[in-house]
């Protein structure tokens, strides 16, 4: 089936020059020694804050150096058609800047910032689906001073083709729900999901669901989660396992950490997390492909962190340091989006190759491909999932660049990450409030 046409709108190369003055007030803070930024809207997306380098007058841009992409808006076909109708009456749709200095934040509910003047750069879309364009790439004169000078703001503005694969799950994971592609209106089931509980005793249990194992192999499983399966305030020994229609599994989620709530307390800690390990097939057994570490936010913020790496194959050693991917909180009332983005500047922390090489994923359950390691693999849009809030029906839709999906276990793995991080939300609950039923083991039932 085809994927899902997306266009991916990007701001980035952001720079501020603004004249001096020859004789500058006293109260006036240049901005060389005090930050400027920008707030960045397109339509009904969420508004995206961004630091803007400062570059002396004199300065060209840019100066040999590539500047760090500064927001990038993600438009279905949906979000086109909506954006399309609009500007049958109300003209092209419009990309708003607002740039400010000084420091970002408020204080007393007034922003701390001051504004230095609007930019807007209207959009044509029409057609960005299949082929990329560039609406803005150069200076800009913004606000004046007393003496009538500009300052000035460069920016590149550009849309290009972003497909991408839709899975929608049925129903809840904990649920063992089926699984969707979507394209436009039309839903095919790909996988089915089994949710199960893995016995203390028994770390590799959810390796029997494969035809073969190697001996070596056993028990390699326990050595990622830390051993704290101890009675008390604890959740442990979930797994899920995400089948082809064949039957044949091709990903999984298993919980090699516990959830374990901190001591005087009924949460899981950012110190203390729970963890997940990421698993595809191959050679005869399951392979670690990445780690999902999760944890209750404290204060305001109140919420799920979590943070997500690749483990590099270094040949079977289970010591290695992962790859940073994604690391975030996620509300737990609103729920939010999950998202490895290795182009954007939220919610991902790793930094892409600068090689330029096009992406690829593993070609099979046996090649996972890590002679490239670790960025030639996972470059630019990389996946997102929908999570719920706490105490919502929970049906997460998963969106995978199509670049990164070149066999079924790609799709799967992408598709067991985006069941765990959503039953992270209910592992790290309160330990005050009570699970639903699927999620409690026989014994925690009866209590």
């Not at 200095?101 to 930019?119: D, F, M």
């Not at 005793?201 to 959810?206: L, T, Y």
């Not at 209910?426 to 409690?440: G, H, P, T, V």
Request: glycine share 10%.
């Amino acid at each position: 089936m085809d994927p899902c046409p997306f266009v991916r709108v990007t701001v980035e190369n952001l720079a501020l020059k603004i004249p001096v003055a020859s004789k500058p007030a006293s109260s006036v803070v240049h901005p060389s020694s005090s930050p400027c930024f920008c707030k960045i809207k397109l339509n009904h997306f969420p508004i995206q804050t961004a630091v803007v380098p400062y570059i002396l007058p004199e300065s060209i841009f840019p100066d040999g150096q590539h500047q760090a992409l500064s927001a990038a808006f993600h438009l279905s076909k949906s979000d086109l058609d909506r954006l399309a109708a609009k500007s049958i009456f109300g003209g092209k749709p419009c990309l708003k800047i607002s740039i400010y200095t000084g420091r970002r934040g408020t204080t007393c509910g007034v922003n701390s910032g001051r504004l230095l003047g609007r930019v807007t750069v209207p959009l044509d879309l029409a057609g960005t689906e299949s082929k990329a364009c560039v609406f803005h790439n150069g200076w800009i004169s913004v606000g004046k001073n007393s003496k009538g000078s500009s300052a000035l703001f460069h920016l590149n503005v550009k849309a290009e083709p972003d497909p991408r694969f839709v899975f929608q799950f049925d129903g809840e994971p904990e649920c063992s729900p089926q699984i969707f592609q979507i394209q436009g209106n039309i839903r095919q089931p790909v996988f089915t999901c089994k949710f199960s509980f893995r016995s203390t005793g028994d770390r590799n249990q959810i390796s029997r669901s494969l035809p073969t194992e190697s001996s070596g192999s056993r028990g390699w499983l326990s050595s990622f989660g830390n051993e704290r399966e101890r009675p008390g305030k604890e959740r442990k020994g979930w797994s899920i396992t995400v089948h082809d229609l064949s039957g044949s599994p091709v990903a999984a989620a298993s919980m090699v950490t516990p959830f374990v709530a901190s001591p005087g307390s009924d949460r899981v800690s950012r110190s203390n997390p729970g963890s997940w390990l990421i698993l595809r097939p191959g050679d005869g057994t399951w392979k670690p492909w990445g780690r999902l570490e999760a944890w209750r936010e404290r204060g305001a913020s109140d919420g799920l962190g979590y943070r997500f790496e690749l483990i590099p194959d270094n040949n079977g050693g289970m010591g290695a340091a992962g790859i940073l991917l994604s690391e975030s909180t996620l509300s737990s009332h609103k729920g939010g989006k999950f998202v490895i983005d290795l182009g954007a500047n939220t919610n991902s922390r790793a930094k892409p190759s600068s090689g330029t090489s096009p992406a690829c994923s593993p070609r099979g359950s046996g090649d996972h491909g890590y002679g490239l390691w670790p960025y030639y693999m996972y470059r630019g849009f990389v996946m997102s999932a929908r999570v719920e809030g706490e105490g919502k029906c929970s049906k997460s839709c998963v969106e995978v660049g199509v670049q990164h999906v070149n066999c079924t276990e790609d799709a799967a793995a992408f598709v067991a990450l985006a069941a765990a991080i959503d039953l992270s939300m209910d592992a790290c609950r309160l330990f005050s409030q009570r699970l639903r039923k699927e999620l409690c083991q026989q014994n925690d039932v009866l209590r």
